[in-house]
């Protein structure tokens, strides 16, 4: 039932707001749509935590601690953007980059954009996780361009046939883990894609066609995670599209995208014996968050700054995953929670800075604190918040995940550091300026929402201090299931 | 290889008929002729499907052959060659490399598939080697068209060909997935064709051209 509503509110709302979209109070609707689904999610959370996992609707979704979670974080930022979103598209609309009948495309894409992710997280069938991520690339090239200047579009485009060609490699994968599947669980089965039946027979399938199905998942999903060199699509979709949908391409697409390639991992692992998926993870992990960290200080557009710091930290989770055992999946899991929020957070600010100033370039953004306190206050601790400041969750996280490191992979420890702190001093000499200086913003004409931005910071700040005992438990739980050493 | 029966031997010729379309798309320049291409290979990928449900009596099958006639055959190549009238892009310019060097490019992707694919031959319930080596071989070379093409709509034929590709290898290695993620694909793939017919024309719009040169504006700034 919970899940049923969790997966009707938003779709009935994308078809709602394809109807109404462009009425006045659109924004509100977008809102109250999230708000439910946030409802709908919580409650789910809450069966989960009285009854255990759960297996329904004839097998096809599965919902464990691990999904859970992100199932709730997913509703929560969702709405939190949609509550930034308000004042901001109005902003956008009164000063003429969209028009109202794009108002309408963006809300209902919106929505549709948020069916696909919770049916990617709940499904327990690889097939359908397939379409919904797909389906959440197509609902969201068109909000990259919503804006249709020549960087958005090339920005769309880019976007769409990276991912659209990674995807089709997570297709192949998925072929291959069917067929070796079908060969243990009878090859006409509905069964062989689902996840908790291929959990239960993983030992048995054969180990090479895995290890294949698990480079063609790890390029497809991996794509959609922004790992290093597969990441050129992201800085440019976060760049050109309008600051909300950045917002949730961070916060949550990615995490999704990591969802997705761990539940993978989990699979292959149990099937090969031998450490070769973790390899690639750390692999892969590793070079991301090198690169990004280097590639941050070239960088002079606000919004590609943090996307570059998103490549980073999905990295960092990355390597996490590959490293695995109690600590690392405890960190990681952690890590994507506290990266998510912080990260929209940061967007929401950096969203109104830039409105403010008139341009998303960085040498023009000046002085946010003398002209709007709240939020320079809002971009400084969220800059810090995502650099590993105590007493921030990243802290948390990431000093869990050096540890780990230096546990398991004693070698990794000092690249993760240096890494860390090229991007510390990148960021931070970056972000100095825009907060403190002279000023040379103008006034917008609807009021910011900064309760999202403080909301989500206190979350993360909490998350540093103190984690709560079920989510705790909840962490342990799918830390335990992810597995490795 | 050993005895094969007429069923094997027609689900061959099909495989080999696929690789044989997915090199003419690989030389061809003009669009109009690149989707009619498409369009036969979706034909060539019914007939398969339709000997496979033959051969085995699967019922879901049936339906999996009418979906890809439906969609491969008949609705994307109308939608395609609709959105080329009214686009009135005609003619691929120059690809980046030059039609015998990507073909001799192509004669290696052929062979590196058919090393790849030999582990999971060896699993496959119905397939000889030629299928599922070919299914690789047709991704790989739509892949490689992706890349050595300028025009949008090309880059566009290419992507649909790669999932013709992976359709291939569904239906030859594990007679197609469930039907229920079938519909999902086609369903995306749809989508993301009548997507892709919007985002055209923002790119004409702004552009005049389909002509990817302009789409490169966004490099590094340094």
Known sequence: MELLLLLAFPIAGA?????????????????????????????????????????????????????VFLVALTAFVGLTTALFSRPYMRVELEHG???????RLYHA?????????????????????????????????????????????????????????????????TIL???????????????????????????????????????????????????????????????????????VLSGLLLNVALYAV???????????????????????????VVLASLLLWRQRDIKRLFAYSSIEHMGIATFAFGMGGAVANFAALLHMTVHSLTKSSIFFTAGHAAQKAGTQMMERIRGLITL?????????????????????????????????????????????????????AGIFSKVQPMVFGETNGRRLPHPPALLPVFAHLAIVLMLGLYIPPYLAEWYRAAAHLIGGP | MTHLTLGQQLLDSCAA????????????????????????????????????????????????????????????????????????????????????????????????????????TLLASTATRSAVGIAVSVVLLAFLMMITRRKAMSQV??????????????????????MVVELGVALDVLVGVLVLGVFFFQIRERFESLDLHHLEALKEHE
Not at chain 1, 410 to 423: K, N, Q, R, S, Y
């Open chain 1, 15 to 67: 078809a709602l707001l394809g109807l109404f979209g462009a009425h006045r109070r659109a924004p509100e609707l977008n809102a109250a749509l999230s708000l439910a689904t946030l409802l709908a999610a919580c409650a789910l959370a809450a069966r989960v935590i009285r009854h255990g996992n759960l297996l329904l609707g004839a097998e096809q979704f599965y919902i464990d601690p691990f999904n």
């Open chain 1, 97 to 103: 980059r969209v028009t109202v009948g794009r108002l």
């Open chain 1, 109 to 173: 894409m919106y929505q549709l954009f948020m069916f696909t992710m919770l049916l990617a997280l709940t499904t327990n069938n690889m097939g359908l996780m397939w379409v919904a991520m797909e389906g959440a690339t197509l609902s969201t090239v068109l909000l990259v361009t919503l804006y249709r200047t020549p960087e958005s579009l090339e920005a769309g485009w880019k976007y769409f046939i990276l991912c659209g060609v990674g995807i089709a490699q997570a297709l192949f994968g």
């Open chain 1, 177 to 247: 883990l069917y067929v070796a599947a079908g060969k243990v669980l009878g090859a006409q089965g509905m069964t062989a894609l689902l996840w908790t039946h291929l959990d239960a027979v993983k030992t048995q399938l054969e180990p090479t066609v895995l290890a294949l199905a698990f480079v063609f998942l790890l390029i497809g999903y991996g794509t959609k995670v922004g790992l290093v060199p597969l990441h050129s699509w992201l800085p440019d979709a976060h760049a050109e599209g309008p600051t909300p949908i950045s917002a």
């Open chain 1, 262 to 288: 761990v539940r993978s991992k989990v699979l292959v692992e149990g099937a090969l014996h031998s450490r070769l998926p973790s390899m690639m993870l750390m692999g892969f992990g590793l070079l991301s």
């Open chain 1, 372 to 424: 709007s306190p709240t939020v320079g206050w809002g971009l400084m601790l969220g800059s810090l918040a995502i650099l590993g400041v105590p007493p921030f969750g990243v802290f948390a996280s990431e000093f869990l995940i050096l540890t780990a490191a230096m546990h398991a992979q004693p070698w990794a420890t000092p690249i993760l550091l240096g890494a860390l702190a090229v991007a510390f």
């Open chain 2, 17 to 120: 008929l696929l690789l044989l379309l997915s090199f003419a798309m690989l030389s061809q320049r003009r669009v109009v002729t690149l989707v009619n291409l498409y369009a036969m290979q979706g034909a060539v990928l019914t007939a398969a499907t339709l000997l496979l449900a033959w051969r085995t009596g699967e019922g879901h099958l049936y339906l999996s052959a009418a979906l890809t006639l439906g969609l491969k055959v008949a609705l994307l190549p109308w939608l395609l060659h609709r959105l080329i009238r009214r686009l009135g892009v005609y003619w691929d310019t120059e690809p980046l490399l030059n039609v015998s060097g990507t073909m001799l490019v192509g004669l290696v992707i052929v062979v590196f598939s058919f090393a790849l694919a030999q582990p999971i």
């Open chain 2, 157 to 178: 034929v290419g992507f649909l060909s790669m999932e013709n590709g992976v359709f291939f290898g569904a239906m030859s290695a594990s007679y197609g997935m469930p």
